[in-house]
């Protein structure tokens, strides 16, 4: 079936700091791909969405291409702050006949100090 | 425009009791899913609805339920609470059901202890 995988956490990094989160995954089809931020005691939050192939998403400094070939979505942003401390979760759309649904990886913790 | 809201935001409940946890998506959309997030198994998928019909349903028991009503609102209901059952369930909204064109918007989440 369809599933995402997430580079295990936590990542430590300071401010100003270059971040790579990597998220590969496996799917039949076409799937979206999306990126979700949660701060503490939060709900999810979309950070930023692929549709096809090649596409680039982008939002806040986070940028993240749809790569076929290597089946990846890696989150990057090239100057971290202490308000970018969150988890970050990976996913894909799971369409089918009946309707769709979110497939998440596990999420991974990001942690930046001043 | 208002985001999604759920209510409560905190419930503790005892075993083999139910529990109805209740979803009002941003105006104007019509397709609600339900997702239930443990430390264990991360977020999980539990049902779709779209125009007051589940559309989806995830790898979860029969305990867990869920109905949309005309209004777009969403209501999931638990019965026989299990420990296992405590955790964050977390609302999204989207305009359709077709991730490729709308997008899901998160609420707050409500967070259920089961003791």
Redesign the interface.
């Given at each position: 079936g369809n599933s995402v995988t997430q580079m295990e956490g936590p990542v430590t990094l300071s401010e100003e700091a270059f971040l790579t989160i990597n998220c590969t995954y496996t799917a039949t089809g076409y799937p979206s791909l999306f990126w979700y931020v949660q701060y503490p005691g939060e709900g999810l939050q979309l950070l930023l969405k692929a549709t096809k192939a090649d596409d680039k998403g982008s939002n806040k400094g986070f940028e993240a291409t749809y790569r076929k070939e290597t089946t990846s979505f890696h989150l990057e942003k090239g100057s971290v702050q202490v308000s970018d401390s969150a988890v970050y979760f990976c996913a894909l759309s799971d369409q089918n006949q009946a309707g769709t649904a979110l497939i998440f990886g596990k999420g991974t913790t990001l942690s930046v100090s001043s | 425009k208002a985001g999604?809201t759920?209510t409560p935001r905190y419930l503790i409940k005892t075993r083999g009791q139910q529990v109805t946890l209740s979803c009002s998506p941003i105006s104007g959309h019509r397709?609600v899913?339900w997702?239930q997030q443990t430390p264990g198994q991360?977020?999980q998928?539990l049902f779709?609805y779209?125009s007051e019909t589940q559309?989806?349903?995830?790898n979860f028991p029969g305990r867990f339920s869920g109905r949309q009503f005309s209004n777009s609102r969403s209501e999931m209901n638990v019965s026989t609470l299990e420990l296992g059952d405590s955790a964050l369930y977390?609302c999204?909204s989207s305009l359709d059901?077709?991730?490729?064109t709308g997008?899901?918007?998160?609420?707050?989440?409500t967070r259920l202890l089961v003791l």
């Open positions: - | 999604v759920q397709s899913s997702y991360g977020l998928f779709e779209f559309r989806n349903k995830g977390l999204a059901s077709g991730l490729a997008t899901q918007y998160f609420g707050p989440g």
